[in-house]
């Protein structure tokens, strides 16, 4: 009987090695799989008993933070409600995460791989995030929305000598907190104007005669012109075959290039650009970061690229689909983004040096340690500094005596250039700009203005006072 | 060194594991390291030294490592429901103080387990009853559409884990007895017993498959009709009778599987637990989708004791995660490597059993040691099994671990018996 026992026996084997075979198979063959499975809560779940780090603006105004449920669970709560709704985002069950919330989860949520973390974990301590300090600016984010006055569009500004993004501002805004609610949620998912939408970073607005301070960059520091080169201004000038119209209709004549930035005369400029070319201008374009997504540390979703878009595409200005001459002057198929405008005022102020713009400086854990730091980094080297120069004091007289003299301040000098797309001619309906950076001489803040949709609106007198409010705001 | 002794040091493993662990889970649990884990762990101790010292006393010779492993189990059982709840840790630990006891006191009254056979269809009749009670109207309790529980005022009990004793006991006994009837004639070759010799096995299948249809439990059925066919081979040493057991097991099985509902939707959540209609209908493929999910998590190493996700809230998340998805738990805390160190125990307890039905003398004590080993492995591929999709997913306890006062008083039982053989084969090699 002896031998049918060793045998029963070696079933008993097979049948538990099938059992290493599966609890294998869910452990580490399949895991991946059953992790991603939609139908797999555990991480969000995880993440719910998680004392998520705090999010605080430059001041110490605490942006985000969490509160613990009765039931040991904890949740999110944004004091300062909808102020820095898009950079901020949001952390909740449902919707998922968004903005900040989302692209330094890992951090906030206290997920570090160091040796010190999993020491914590070894003595049981309860997870606790990581704290994230930004440089935004509240003060200065209050005046943006206050000049918006709820007109849609956006407002971005940094500091160009770090690339510290100070404001970002996007109308119509949200209020987090409401996200807690699934139906507010889906309410505001089809709310009119999209207000979950960042438009500093995920709009595409045609850029108007701002886009004209990306042309003289071109124009100047590849050495085919000077400030003082004569261009013709004159109306009606043939640009890739099809007669292109002054503002007004005016007919300056020859002008030299500071005077028609100042004036902002589209038949000179669109001539530049054609002289400069596609391939030089797409160089200038790489250098200040259009065509690829806008540099910024926010989720790969919420940003967007800047260039000219033709056929459902981004595509190089050296593409036959793009008019040259048309494009230097911000017109054509150019979409860009608001903080990308803010980032070509950011390269003039910086003596042409850009610096990758980014929200959050550090992330600090409980005990102190910096777990993230963000130093200021280089994005390119745009121009020479005295390329720089000179486009600075091309700047500066369009808002001395040019266009943008409602964006002049009190006792500091400012650079600056307006912009009005043509949204609908017919309706008299424009998009106005401004981007500015200020004080000329030794710029500390950098910023781009826009209103989605205004009546006859321009940039000099629509975009520049907020421009203006901003900057004075980050000044004093 | 005497067996006894080395049963005495293989117990100091099993209790450092249980003071480990409880240590560990109340890190986890309250951030301090409690010196009640030492008296958890001492108490644990005593209780073992006690039934060891009952050991030496009565089963000298019996075999040294059964029941040290037994004692490893029962402590990462105590352990793991302990960490999903205390209450029922410590009515678990009550349970595991009144299974020492039955342990002991099996030992001590049934010295000659012997005597069994001559009140074996007495404990047929007994085991029969104690299956079918389930059913009876206002005592039986229908849990996940199987029929397993009792419940009399305050006690509430799973008669099927005494009634596979009494059956294994009655089975062994006769299989004893005809053996040799069984394989007397051959037509052409192939053993061909008649059929009056074949009845009473026919009987057993059949009455696997009422189980399966009365009771509705595909696992209490297969461990069954599992243990009957090892003992069958054993018996007979004929392949020709577990492999047409097998065979008409599978197309009972079969016919139920396509005619009763509640075994269909089994299959069913068994084959497509992602399937969202059956992931969401109530007793669907939810648990064992979250029996899946809850393994993934664990991975190689798992998340450490007390740190797996079994509640939101008060909200518990695997259901029944302290009976039939406490494997489900153990790989997520202790990943696929403590996983496969708990079968691995199990895997020892089975050779022990299978060693000592080797060792034993005669033909009953060979057959029951083989019976009851059998049953306890095939209890452990069951649940494992279920809960790792090998097989559909049905609630058996895994032995000694799971949750379940019956459950662990029966296999001590079990254990009880089986040092009970082993003592009287080695008494009797020795001399």
């Known amino acids: ?476 | 060194m005497s067996a006894r002794n080395r049963e005495l040091l293989a117990l100091v493993p099993a209790t450092l594991l249980i003071t480990a662990g409880f240590a560990a889970v109340f890190v986890q649990e309250r951030e301090l390291v409690a010196d009640a884990s030492l008296t958890y762990g001492a108490i644990f101790l005593g209780l073992c030294l006690a039934a060891h010292l009952v050991i030496r006393w009565r089963l000298p010779d019996a075999d040294p490592y059964l029941f040290p492993l037994v004692a490893v189990l029962a402590s990462v059982g105590l352990v793991m429901i302990y960490r999903l709840d205390d209450t029922l840790a410590r009515e678990q630990a009550q349970w595991f103080v009144i299974g020492l006891l039955l342990f002991v006191a099996t030992l001590v009254v049934l010295r000659d387990y012997r005597v069994l056979e001559r009140y074996r269809y007495l404990i047929a009749a007994g085991s029969l009853l104690l299956l079918l009670l389930p059913r009876v109207p206002g005592i039986g309790a229908q849990v996940n559409g199987a029929y397993l529980g009792v419940e009399v005022g305050p006690v509430a009990f799973q008669p099927a884990e005494f009634a596979k004793i009494g059956i294994i006991i009655f089975l062994a006994s006769y299989l004893r007895d005809t053996r040799s009837l069984l394989v007397s004639r051959k037509i052409a070759g192939i053993t061909v017993p008649r059929l009056k010799h074949l009845g009473p096995l026919l009987v057993v299948w059949g009455l696997a498959m009422v189980m399966l249809v009365f009771i509705r439990d595909l696992g209490s059925s297969l461990m069954f009709f599992g243990g009957f066919l090892a003992m069958l081979y054993v018996a007979t040493d004929r392949l020709v009778f577990p492999l047409a057991g097998l065979t008409l097991f599978a197309a009972g099985a079969w016919f139920f599987a396509s005619t009763v509902g509640h075994v269909q939707d089994r299959i069913q959540a068994w084959q497509t637990p992602f399937d969202p209609d059956l992931y969401d209908r109530i007793g669907g493929s939810y648990q064992l989708a979250q029996s899946l999910f809850a393994q993934a998590d664990g991975g190689l190493w798992g998340q450490g004791f007390g740190q797996a996700l079994v509640r939101l809230g008060d909200t518990p998340f695997l259901p029944a995660a302290q009976t039939d998805l406490i494997y489900a738990v153990i790989v997520n805390e202790l990943g696929l490597i403590g996983a496969c160190a708990v079968l691995l125990v199990y895997v020892l307890v089975v050779e022990r059993g299978f060693r000592i039905a080797v060792l034993a003398r005669d033909s009953f004590s060979k057959l029951l040691a083989t019976g009851l080993t059998t049953v306890v492995a095939l209890q452990v591929f069951v649940i494992v099994g279920g809960v790792t999709k090998v097989i559909p997913l049905t609630g058996v306890t895994l032995p000694f671990v799971s949750y379940g006062g019956s459950s662990i008083v029966a296999n001590f039982v079990i254990v009880a018996l089986l040092l009970l053989i082993s003592d009287r084969a080695r008494r009797e090699a020795r001399a």
Not at chain 1, 202 to 214: D, I, L
Not at chain 1, 330 to 350: E, H, I, R, W
């Open chain 1, 1 to 476: 009987m002896n031998g049918p026992i060793v045998r029963v026996f070696g079933v008993v084997l097979v049948l538990f090695s099938l059992l290493v075979v599966f609890t294998t198979r869910w452990t580490v063959l399949e895991r991946d799989e059953l992790q991603d499975n939609p139908q797999n809560k555990r991480a969000l779940i995880a993440q719910q008993k998680i004392d998520r780090g705090a999010i605080s603006a430059a001041d110490g105004t605490t942006l985000a933070r969490s509160v613990r449920r009765s039931d040991g669970t904890y949740t999110r709560r944004y004091p300062q409600q909808g102020l820095f709704a898009h950079a901020v985002g949001y952390s909740y069950l449902n919707p998922g995460t968004a903005g900040l919330e989302r692209f330094y989860n890992g951090p906030l949520t206290g997920r570090g791989e160091g040796l010190r973390q999993t020491l914590r974990r070894l003595q049981g301590e309860r997870p606790q995030g990581d704290d994230l300090r930004t440089a935004l600016d509240p003060a200065a984010q209050q005046v943006a929305l206050d000049g918006l006055a709820g007109r849609t569009g956006a407002v971005a500004a940094l500091d160009p000598r770090t690339g510290r993004i100070k404001v970002m501002a996007s109308v119509p805004g949200y209020d987090p907190n409401v996200l807690r609610s699934a139906s507010a949620t889906a309410r505001l998912n089809t709310a009119p104007g999209s207000p979950l939408f960042n438009r500093t970073t995920q709009a595409g607005y045609p850029p108007g005669s701002t886009f004209k301070v990306v042309t003289a960059i071109a124009a100047i520091d590849s050495g085919t012109f000077e400030p003082g080169s004569t261009v013709d201004g004159s109306n009606g000038a043939e640009i890739s075959g099809v007669p292109l119209n002054n503002v007004g209709n005016v007919d300056y004549g020859p002008v030299d290039l500071t005077f028609a930035l100042t004036k902002s005369v589209n038949t000179a400029w669109a001539r530049v650009g054609e002289e400069v070319g596609a391939p030089t201008m797409q160089r200038y374009m790489d250098r200040l970061g259009f065509n690829r997504p806008v540099q910024v540390d926010l989720p790969e979703s919420e940003r967007r690229p800047s260039g000219s878009f033709c056929k459902g595409r981004f595509v190089r200005a050296t593409n036959p689909c793009v008019d040259v001459g048309r494009m230097a002057i911000g017109q054509d198929k150019l979409q860009v983004t608001p903080l990308q405008m803010a980032m070509v005022a950011s390269a003039v102020a910086n003596r042409g040096r850009l610096m990758r713009p980014y929200l959050a400086t550090r992330a600090i854990d409980p005990d102190g340690r910096v777990t993230v730091d963000n130093q200021p980094s280089e994005f390119s080297e745009v121009m020479s500094a005295s390329s720089a120069r000179k486009v600075t004091e091309m700047m500066t007289r369009v808002v001395g005596e040019g266009t943008g003299t409602a964006a002049a301040l009190q006792g500091i000098e400012v650079a600056g250039k307006s912009g009005t797309a043509e949204r609908d001619v017919q309706a008299n309906i424009t998009q106005p700009w401004f981007i500015a950076f200020a004080p000329a001489s030794s710029p500390r803040v950098a910023v781009a203005v826009t209103i989605e949709r205004t009546v006859g609106g321009f940039g000099g007198t629509d975009a520049a006072p907020i421009a203006a409010a901003v900057m004075e705001s980050l000044l004093r």
